[in-house]
């Protein structure tokens, strides 16, 4: 059965392995840091630098809709694909 993200691989090509393979994906996620090099976050045209753990967590939430660029690595022998980008 082929994965269901990009029907690409069902097992390693190096070593055969079905259980042990999964996507390694690289999001775009955006911060905003202030001169000094705090991070904040903008609410009702103010920054507030003391983020809470639950804004933090939305704000990578919000992160994975797209992404940049995927590669299918297996952990029994280390085998990674070629970038998969969209």
Known sequence: MKDKLFELYSECPKCGEKRKLYYSMQYTLSVKVNLNGKVFIEK?????????NRQKAHIFNNSLFDFQVANCCCEKCGWISEPITQ
């Open 44 to 52: 009702d045209d103010k920054r507030l630098y003391n983020i809470s």
